[in-house]
């Protein structure tokens, strides 16, 4: 089992910038796929970024990709994303996920995150 904690979500104001964190426990990430996807209250969940088991690779949402960069430190167990030029689009719940595989598609993962809460003002 691993558990996932997020963390660093709050209110910031467009054009700013954020790095949020996820903690794990229970395993070590090394060998786990790691994932970020956002949520909005009535629509469903949205894939943002990922990284690969090995740490080598990344992949990207066009709607973040160029302005959002996932990375993991092994010795911490924490996986963060750092997004910066926000836009109020980007308000949304966001949750970290771990799994086996390589994905964008939510339903590959198998552990969860509670979520933390960004809101870009305009």
């Known amino acids: 089992q691993v558990q996932l904690v997020e963390s660093g979500g709050g209110l910031v104001q467009a054009g700013a910038s954020l790095k949020l964190s996820c903690e794990a426990s229970g395993r070590t990430l090394s060998g786990l796929a790691m994932a970020w996807f956002r949520q909005d209250p009535g629509k469903e969940r949205e894939f943002v970024g990922t990284i690969s088991g090995s740490g080598l690779n990344t992949y990207y949402a066009v709607p973040v990709k160029g302005r959002s960069t996932i990375s993991r430190d092994i010795a911490k167990n924490t996986v963060y994303l750092q997004m910066n030029s926000l836009k109020p689009e980007d308000t949304a719940r966001y949750y970290c996920?771990?799994?086996?595989?390589?994905?964008?598609?939510?339903?590959?993962?198998?552990?969860w995150g509670q979520g933390t809460e960004l809101t870009v003002s305009s």
């Open positions: 996920s771990a799994g086996r595989t390589y994905s964008t598609i939510a339903s590959q993962y198998d552990y």
